[in-house]
Nanobody
């Protein structure tokens, strides 16, 4: 019941844009900081970005800064990930999760503090 559901993933050409959505089920998003993660084939899960209750964003990887933007709409109980200038190496299953330990309103550096993981949505960047 207390889960997050991702949507919006699809096949897109290199250089294209895509907007992913993370919707809450069983709780309200504006009580938690929310993070986006991704897992490419044969690779471990890595953090993408996180947004706090105050709207401040944190980029887990400098390589994604300037291309990916995280935002939230508390009225719709949804967090978004806008992805621009997509590259083939961005191909992965994208997941969202909420901070469930420590300061749940702020973005932590530790992935272990996230919970309520969604099932993920597939993003494929290819010609």
């Amino acid at each position: 019941q207390l889960q997050l559901v991702e949507s919006g993933g699809r096949l897109v050409q290199p250089g294209g844009s895509l907007r992913l959505s993370c919707s809450a089920s069983g709780f309200i998003v504006d009580n938690y900081a929310i993070g986006w993660f991704r897992q490419a084939p044969g690779k471990e899960r890595e953090g993408v970005s996180c947004i706090s209750l105050s709207g401040e964003s944190t980029h887990f990887a400098d390589s994604l800064k300037g291309r990916f933007t995280i935002s939230r709409d508390n009225a719709k109980n949804t967090v978004y990930l806008q992805m621009n200038s997509l590259k083939p190496e961005d191909t992965a299953v994208y997941l969202c999760a909420a901070v469930v330990a420590g300061r749940v309103d702020a973005c932590p550096a530790r992935v272990t503090l996230f919970g309520f993981w969604g099932q993920g949505t597939q993003v494929t960047v290819s010609s």
